[in-house]
């Protein structure tokens, strides 16, 4: 089986977080979007539910080899090679996400807070730190943006903690949470959550909160208006997703947004962002 056998069909219509949206500028959504299906195609493979993780190892060895250039089996890592060529960046950050993947195929537990951060320096904080280089923005955005996105990974692990422990027995809850709340990894199979279970993971969610703090003035570093605005409505999604994982049961209640939801909070964000932009920074 190759690459394109384990594609689950997925495009960045369907994450939790804009990709490339219309705030977007045009001429920086192709390279975004390339990347986007690179990330998109490995990612599949690592989480295919029943491939040999040796299988699975090999494919991405497939993709690193296309996108440095020792091969071109993989279509997504020759597109985004190319891309990358011209606009005259490294592939550092799709490697950094491959890295991401191999660990997903062979670690399935975290120990504690800062092993799932380490997680998330590979998993997430590239992907923001690429789209901040396409854009041509200062590195020194880098350590908000490194915030925001491990943000955004565990909220995603904590919506989808069921799923990925029914279908993968990945568990990115970090171990200690379940001991201090005195929770059952068995509890995720098992909805409505326990007591001891929600406990562990409204404690994750107010651990992620301290993230979203450090990561609110992140928009006001980018100098890209149409840039910034994105990251603003993201930050916004984030900080209400999060406290909906506070307080709500992933296992049993609704913890994703609506479209609906989507537009209303862009709206009900968009005057004090552009407040914000004419507020000598």
Partial sequence: MSVADFQSG???????????????????????????????AADDVADHPTAAPERKLALLEQMRASLVGESDAVEQGVA?????????????????????????????????????????????????????????????????????????????????????????????????????AGALITALAAPPASPELRSAIAALAAKNAGLLQQSRAFSGQIRNRRLALEVDLIQTLAEDLNARLASRDPLSEKVHHSKLDVATLFVKRLPAFLLSRLTPR
């Fill in 80 to 180: 985004l090679r190319k891309l990358l060529a011209e606009r005259d960046l490294a592939p550092t950050h799709a490697l950094d996400l491959l890295e991401a993947f191999r660990r997903d195929v062979v670690k399935l537990r975290y120990r504690d807070w800062d092993d799932l951060l380490d997680y998330c320096r590979y998993s997430a904080m590239p992907v923001g730190r690429f789209v901040l280089d396409v854009h041509g923005e200062d590195q020194a955005c880098w350590e908000a943006n490194d915030s925001l996105c491990a943000a955004l990974q565990v909220i995603n692990h904590l919506q989808d903690c069921a799923k990925d422990y029914a279908e993968l027995d990945r568990v990115y809850i970090p171990a200690d949470h379940f001991a201090q």
């Fill in 10 to 40: 997925k495009d960045h219509r369907g994450e939790n977080f804009p990709v490339a949206s219309f705030l977007i500028a045009p001429r920086h959504r192709a390279p975004v979007l390339a990347f986007y299906r690179f990330v998109r």
